[in-house]
């Protein structure tokens, strides 16, 4: 695999607007300025439509709902697809309520996404397959996690991720494995939001054509900056955000390779 995208956010710097909840705002943010993405925290219903005019990409993450964020998820969500911008959603806890339901039915009807990034009971809601999700951890469930990827991204029409100890990502029609990461990120709040954060990032500097490379190369290099971090670690979960936060500073496309556990396995959809 060749990292070509990583180089393109440092350089570019692309602004993304996290629309993201009150638990992980902070830890996404720092990601973000890690990473070198430019992030931009915002919720309000006055102003999230200007905000498409000059952003590079949206994130949309559902993870403590309100009713005046919500129509601020649906106002910035069609400006940005109006705008040709990238919109990112993480379906946190999408099954756990009903509210979480019918909200992301809504958001899912009437925006666009160009990407989600769900944890398996997050996907699985989304594809109609049984699953026994705890709240927004991902639970327990037997289901094929590459054909939960690939039916969520038939039927959203746009590239899927679902993260966990393998990452399954498909465009509803290739799916690809990703086994780099480390037990450490699940001991930590807000690993999965900073990772669709870090997606938009990704998607913030891509053509279209190339939103599934970008896609793949995000979680790619997330989950490497994580396994680097945790090297040494052993169950320091505190030490382990800090460092993976240096990470993702500091990791570069150079040393990538080695470590490298990808499989594009299944091509003929
Ligand atoms: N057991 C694990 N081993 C290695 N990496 C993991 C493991 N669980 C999660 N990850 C990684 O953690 C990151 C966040 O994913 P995940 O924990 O699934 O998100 P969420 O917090 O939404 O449930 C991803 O990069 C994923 O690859
Ligand atoms: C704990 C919690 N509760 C509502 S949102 C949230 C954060 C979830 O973050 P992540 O899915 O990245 O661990
Ligand atoms: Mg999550």
Known sequence: MQF?????????????????????????????LALGASPFMSTSPQEVAEIQTFGQALLINIGTLNKSDVDAM????????QQGIPVVLDPVGAGATAYRRQVTSQLLSEIQFTAIR?????????????WQGKGVDAG??????????????????????????????????????IANGTPLFPKITGSGCLLGAVIAAFLGVVDKQDNLNAVVEACTVYALAGEIAA??????????????????????????????KLNKENNNA
């Open 4 to 32: 070509k995208y990583l180089n393109l956010v440092r350089e570019r710097n692309p602004l993304v607007h996290c629309m993201t909840n009150i638990v992980v705002a902070n830890f996404s943010a720092n990601g973000l």
């Open 231 to 260: 090297q040494n670690l052993s169950t320091q979960v505190g030490s382990f955000a800090t460092a993976f936060l240096n990470q993702l500073a500091e990791i570069s496309c150079e040393n990538l390779t080695a470590l490298l």
């Open 118 to 130: 769900g944890n398996a009971a997050e996907i699985a809601f989304l594809a109609n397959v049984d």
């Open 74 to 81: 649906l106002i910035a969500g069609k400006a940005a697809n």
């Open 140 to 177: 327990q469930g037997e289901a094929n996690l590459g054909e939960i990827a690939r039916t969520a991204a038939q039927k959203y029409q746009c590239i899927v991720a679902v993260s966990g100890e393998i990452d399954y990502l498909s465009d509803g029609k290739n799916v690809i494995q």
